[in-house]
C-alpha cells in the first residue's frame, strides 16, 4: 500500500528567491524504512516538514505539487489533523521538550491529552514507549534534568506515545554516543517491523546503510537517486553530492572487491567481512 | 532544577488537597474577615492558616514572605498611627511624634488582614505543584493555550536563565570583562544580550514547531492523564468554604 505519494513538490521560504524543494516526486510503501541522505541546505529537513503539513501552513511561502499522506492531502488538512497520521522528531531535544510539565511521563502525555485520547489507554502507551526507548527509570525526573541524549530518547518516545503511522526523524541521534543510537536505531527499526513507516534524515551513513529499506539522496532541492543503500552507496559520483559512502564500502572500493552477485559494494561490517573472505579464497 | 516556584514537595496530607479548594480557602480568608467585624475572626483565620501551614511542615518557608511584608506593615502602623484621620485620643509618644489609639487600632486590622491573606495564599503556593493548579484551571475553564503559557514560563525562564550564564561563560573565557565598574559592565552587556535574544526566538520558533507536532492546536476535547481529584475531602471542602462564606454574608446583611 502506498503511504506517502508526492508529486512535483516544489517550495520556496517566505522572503526568499531561491526554491528549497524544486519539484520532488517519490511514493513511499507502507512499513518502509527510508533514510534521506544529502549536505547542509540539501532540503532534507523542509522535506521532512513537508510531510507533516508545517510547510506550507506553519511557514507560508510559496506551494506547488502535491503531498498524499495516507489519503489525505497535506496542502489542504490541518496540522493538528496530520498529527494523528505522522510524527515529527526534530533535531533539538532542548526545544521539544513542551516545558509545561514536571515529570517525563507527564511530558509522554502532554501530546495524548491533546489528542484527547482517554485516560485508561494513555498509561500503556507512555509505558510502552519509554520501555521502547529505554527510558523507563527517568519517568519521574523532570524533563530538563535529563542530559541531552536522555533528553533526545524522550522526545522520540513522546511522539511514538502518540502511536503515528509514519513516524519521521530529522537527525535523531545527533545528541547520542555510539551505543545510544545503536539502541535508537534498532528501536526504530523494531517499529518499522510491527508496520509504521519510517522516513529518517541522518548523517550517520553506516547506520543508514544498515537500517534503511531505501535512501533517498537529496542534492539542492532534488532528488538524485531513490534506491537501494547497496545501489546509492556503490554511486561513483556520490563526492559530488558532498556523501562519502560508508567505510565498509570505501574500503572494498579501495580493493577492488564488489559482490559477484549484484556487481555491488557491500555496505555493512558482515557483509564485506563475508566478500573479503571470499575474495581471498 | 531551578524553577520559578515555592512549591515544596514534602507529600503531607494538605499537599494531597484539591488545588480548587485551596483556591476557594483564599477567598474565604478574604471575604469573611471582611465581611464581619471585628479583629477576633481575622484573628482566628489566620491560626487556621498557621495551623495548617504547620501541619504542610512548610511554615518556614513562610516566614521570609512574612518578614518581607513586615517592611510595609510598619510603615502602614507609623503613617496610619500618626495621620489616620480619626486620631483622638494619644496612646504614647516617641521624642514629640504622637501616635493615636484609633489608628493603631486601624492598622492592627489592615495588618490582621494582609498577614490573613498571605498565609492563606502561602498554602495554595507552598503545596501545590504549579502544573497541579493549572490543570485543575483548565479543567474549571480556563484555556488550555492560556495554561500551557503560564505553566511553562515557570520552566522556560529558569532555562534562558542558565542559556544567559553560558553565554556570559562564554564570552569571558574569550576575554571579555563582564565584572567592575558601571561602564565596563554597561559595555558587556550588549554582546552578551544579543545571542540570548537571537538564541530565545529561535528556541521559541522550533518550540513551537515542536508543539504543532504534538497536536497542541488540536480541536479535540483534551483530557488528562491525571483523575480528577476524588475523596470526599474535596468533595466535601469545597462545599464547607462556600456554606462559610455564605454564612458569613447572611449574618453580617441580618445585623
Request: charged fraction near 20%.
Amino acid at each position: 500500500m502506498k503511504k506517502i505519494v508526492v508529486e512535483g513538490l516544489k517550495y520556496r521560504y517566505p522572503l526568499t528567491q531561491d526554491l528549497a524543494l524544486k519539484g520532488i516526486s517519490f511514493e513511499i510503501e507502507q512499513g518502509e524504512f527510508v533514510g534521506i541522505i544529502g549536505q547542509n541546505l540539501s532540503g532534507k529537513s523542509t522535506l521532512c516538514q513537508a510531510l507533516m503539513g508545517l510547510v506550507p501552513h506553519f511557514y507560508k511561502g510559496g506551494y506547488g505539487g502535491s503531498v498524499l499522506v495516507d489519503g489525505l492531502n497535506v496542502e489542504r488538512s490541518e496540522i493538528c489533523e496530520l498529527a494523528q497520521k505522522v510524527g515529527l522528531v526534530f533535531q533539538n531535544p532542548f526545544t521539544q521538550v513542551s516545558g509545561s510539565k514536571m515529570t517525563v511521563f507527564e511530558e509522554l502525555a502532554f501530546g495524548l491529552e491533546n489528542l484527547g485520547v482517554a485516560r485508561d489507554q494513555m498509561k500503556p502507551r507512555i509505558e510502552s514507549a519509554m520501555a521502547l526507548l529505554g527510558i523507563s527509570r527517568f519517568s519521574q525526573r523532570n524533563p530538563f534534568d535529563l542530559s541531552g541524549g536522555q533528553m533526545q530518547r524522550m522526545a522520540i518516545a513522546s511522539v511514538i506515545a502518540m502511536e503515528p503511522e509514519i513516524i519521521v526523524l530529522d537527525e535523531p541521534t545527533s545528541q547520542l554516543d555510539p551505543q545510544g543510537s545503536e539502541e535508537v536505531f534498532q528501536a526504530i527499526q523494531q517499529l518499522s517491523k510491527n508496520g509504521m513507516t519510517v522516513i529518517m534524515v541522518e548523517h550517520k551513513i553506516e547506520k543508514i546503510a544498515r537500517y534503511s529499506d531505501r535512501v533517498m539522496l537529496l542534492h539542492q532541492g532534488a532528488i538524485v537517486d531513490f534506491d537501494t543503500p547497496e545501489r546509492i552507496f556503490s554511486r561513483d559520483d556520490l563526492a559530488d553530492y558532498g556523501i562519502e559512502a560508508p567505510v565498509f564500502a570505501r574500503v572494498c572500493r579501495g580493493l577492488g572487491i564488489r559482490n559477484p552477485a549484484s556487481g555491488l559494494y557491500p555496505m555493512t561490517l558482515d557483509d564485506a567481512y563475508d566478500q573479503v573472505v571470499n575474495w581471498h579464497e | 532544577m531551578k524553577a520559578l516556584s515555592l512549591y515544596q514537595d514534602k507529600g503531607t496530607f494538605i499537599h494531597r488537597v484539591d488545588s480548587r479548594s485551596k483556591l476557594l480557602y483564599i477567598l474565604a480568608a478574604i471575604l469573611i474577615p471582611a465581611v464581619l467585624h471585628g479583629f477576633t475572626v481575622g484573628l482566628v483565620l489566620m491560626a487556621l492558616s498557621l495551623f495548617l501551614l504547620v501541619v504542610a511542615k512548610v511554615i518556614r518557608k513562610v516566614i521570609p514572605l512574612v518578614g518581607f511584608s513586615f517592611l510595609i506593615l510598619i510603615s502602614v502602623v507609623v503613617i496610619q498611627g500618626l495621620f489616620y484621620p480619626g486620631n483622638r485620643h494619644v496612646w504614647f509618644a516617641l521624642g514629640g511624634l504622637r501616635f493615636y489609639q484609633e489608628g493603631l487600632v486601624f492598622s492592627a486590622g489592615i495588618c490582621v488582614r494582609v498577614l490573613n491573606i498571605l498565609c492563606a495564599v502561602s498554602i495554595l503556593v507552598l503545596t501545590t505543584r504549579p502544573s497541579d493548579l493549572i490543570e485543575s484551571l483548565v479543567r474549571l475553564g480556563l484555556s488550555p493555550h492560556l495554561g500551557y503559557v503560564l505553566s511553562s514560563v515557570l520552566q522556560i525562564i529558569p532555562q534562558m536563565t542558565s542559556t544567559m550564564e553560558t553565554i556570559t561563560d562564554a564570552q569571558r573565557s574569550r576575554g571579555m570583562e563582564t565584572e567592575g565598574s558601571l561602564l565596563v559592565r554597561i559595555k558587556a552587556f550588549l554582546p552578551l544580550i544579543g545571542p540570548v535574544v537571537m538564541n530565545s526566538l529561535v528556541n521559541t520558533r522550533e518550540r513551537s514547531l515542536a508543539l504543532e507536532v504534538r497536536a497542541f492546536s488540536s480541536r479535540a476535547k483534551k483530557t488528562f492523564l491525571n483523575p480528577p481529584p476524588g475523596g470526599m475531602v474535596n468533595q466535601v471542602l469545597p462545599i464547607v468554604l462556600l456554606l462559610a462564606m455564605v454564612a458569613a454574608v447572611v449574618w453580617r446583611v441580618l445585623q
